[in-house]
């Protein structure tokens, strides 16, 4: 089994840890604080994880819409379908849940999709904070609604120069 690593970035809207191998990403999540100590390692880096934070400061700096280096997520073949149509959702722009289970095929499936969705470990990268309610409102994020503001908001204003979204 390959080697897991694990580096921590403090980003404009909170620490964010990120976890994967020398040949993908698996994890890119808010967390509070440093769980523990053993969580940081004095191990060398690989160049990946490296690239996945420069890649990163460049989104929140505004220079970057999409992520290059290679992801890799367990879940149910459902699962990785919600996934890869979050992937569709373009740079600035929101979605339903409902247009979201449209565009998989059944309409019916909101919540099924909600829950993939939920279950999505790749933040930002993965634009889950890109799906909205029905009414165009904020509606769950793993993150926490504030950060899903902030992201809908500082994705606007570098697609379109909007200053507010919500």
Known sequence: MAQIYTAFYKSPIGLIRISGTESFINEISFVDAVEKLEDITDEAMPALLINCIEELIQYFQGQRRFFEFPMNQEGTEFQKKVWSELMRIPFGKTISYLELSKRLGDPKA?????????????????????????????????????????????????????????
């Open 110 to 166: 909101i919540r099924a999709v909600a829950a993939a969705n939920g279950k999505n470990n790749i933040a930002i990268v993965v634009p889950c904070h890109r799906v909205i309610g029905s009414k165009n409102d904020l509606v769950g994020y793993a993150g926490g609604l504030k950060r899903k503001k902030w992201l809908l908001g500082h994705e606007a204003k570098v697609a379109y120069g909007v200053q507010t979204l919500f």
